[in-house]
């Protein structure tokens, strides 16, 4: 499974609703999960594979062995405290961090894959994690959630990183020696 990476189309379209329970989720979250993994990521939205779905994964644990979330449907119900601006990387713009300012809490609202309901709520990675893969739900990337100054920075840096041949996974990137 090939993470796609921007400016696909795929990444600015709103996520249509998965059907809950459905079997198939399971094994498409499986695949996410593996492409997450392979490359380095904490979380991956379906359209960064490429499906239109609102379906999540998140492993915010650098520990973790594999031990994923997956959210079928999910939604931000409530974020809390101050606003905090931090680096932001993504699968789908490498090569680039960017700041992104959001609220320190986040709680989230989603079926897991049997189709039962389900709350997640989180600070620090993974609170932020959930935002920026909700985000991704509805068509917004690291570009649209940044400031105006940023979003112009940003895309002269996604520029060069491509040219340099940035990968997934990959938060700078440096010239390659052929």
């Known amino acids: 499974m090939n993470i796609v990476t921007a400016p696909d189309p795929t ?55 594999g031990d994923y979330i997956a959210l079928v449907n999910p939604v931000i119900t409530e974020t809390r405290g101050e606003e905090v601006t931090e680096e932001e990387g993504c699968l789908s713009c490498p090569g680039i961090s960017v700041p992104i300012r959001r609220k320190e809490w986040a709680r989230c609202e989603y079926f897991d894959l049997d189709g039962n309901p389900c709350v997640l709520e989180g600070d620090g990675l993974l609170g932020r994690c959930m935002q920026h893969e909700c985000d ?12 105006p100054l940023d979003r112009i920075k940003a895309l002269q840096e996604y520029e060069q990183a491509r ?4 990968r997934p996974g990959e938060m700078s990137v440096e010239p390659r020696v052929r």
């Open 11 to 65: 990444l600015r379209q709103v996520c249509e609703p998965c059907e809950v329970g459905d079997k198939g989720l399971k094994r498409l979250a499986k695949q996410m999960a593996k492409a997450m993994y392979k490359n380095n990521g904490c979380g991956l939205a379906a359209p960064q594979v490429g499906v239109t779905k609102r379906l999540v994964v998140i492993d915010c644990d650098p520990e973790s062995t």
């Open 136 to 147: 991704h739900l509805d068509g917004r990337t690291l570009f649209e959630s940044c400031s």
């Open 163 to 166: 040219a340099l041949g940035a």
